[in-house]
């Protein structure tokens, strides 16, 4: 039995987002989010007219309005498949649970949402904004982010721990000059040096800095350099040894 056939008995809940996304609504209106997420994730992500119809006759203390309006609220709609919401289709596409219509059409609807989200255009938007290196176009490269997205496995492509990549990627380039990569290869991430290899939560020792002036002194010396000092050294350094990452 494949994971599309298993049936889901737990998922990973944002207690913090939910909280702060809630914190308006009435208790009732609340209980009917939650009600609708686990529907969500026992439909294996959408939720149709169907499964909403059976949340109301499960839930008849709960009143039809209420259901309407939350779930219009905060998720989004596919004219064939249903309402979805983006952190459930990307926890159930990570984990391998996602339902989809044969791998190709089920990956092309769910690109197809994804790029539509305001969610993941705002989140493209502020990586964009932050990247120093050559950068996608400002609103077609939206695409690229969500296929790297809907691929990845991981679940380390999110947007703390891509900011901390790109920042980690930024300071590299203005410390030691090392070369940015451009946005794309960033996204795609096929050798796992960038926002896969978890160096962006990692503080740069002395060891490394040694061993990183260590190779650049000898290139220097390899292309016919020469330095008095120290200062002129680094600075030499500075202005024309790059090394890729």
């Known amino acids: 039995m494949t994971k599309e056939e298993t049936k889901i008995f737990h998922y990973k809940h944002y207690i913090n987002e939910f909280l702060a996304d809630t914190y308006i609504h009435s208790s009732l209106e609340k209980y009917a989010y939650l009600t609708i997420i686990w529907e969500a994730y026992r439909q294996k992500g959408y939720v149709n007219n169907k499964s909403l119809d059976r949340l109301m006759e499960l839930n008849p203390d709960i ?3 209420t ?23 990307d926890e159930l596409n990570r984990t391998g649970y996602l339902k989809k ?22 989140e493209y938007n502020r990586i964009w904004k932050a990247y120093k290196g050559t950068r996608l176009h400002s609103e077609r490269g939206v695409e690229q982010y ?3 997205k809907l691929e990845d496995k991981t679940g380390l492509f999110n947007i ?17 000059n090392i070369n940015i990569p451009m946005m794309a290869t960033f996204f795609n991430d096929r050798d796992g040096k960038y926002w896969k290899s978890g160096n962006a939560n990692q503080k740069q020792t002395s060891e490394d800095k040694l061993e990183y002036v260590s190779r650049a002194s000898k290139w220097l010396i390899e292309n016919s350099y020469n330095w008095s000092n120290l200062t002129e050294r680094n600075d030499l350094i500075k202005q024309h040894y790059k090394e890729e990452l």
């Open 63 to 65: 009143p039809s309005e």
């Open 67 to 89: 259901y309407q309006y939350m779930i219009q609220k905060y998720f989004e709609v596919d004219d064939k498949l249903g309402y979805w919401h983006q952190k459930i289709i």
């Open 101 to 122: 219509s044969g791998e190709k059409g089920g990956n092309a609807t769910a690109l197809k949402n994804m790029i539509k989200s305001d969610s993941n255009i705002d």
């Open 160 to 176: 703390n721990n891509l900011l901390k990549s790109v920042n980690w990627l930024n300071d590299r380039f203005k410390n030691d």
């Open 146 to 148: 969500c296929k790297a």
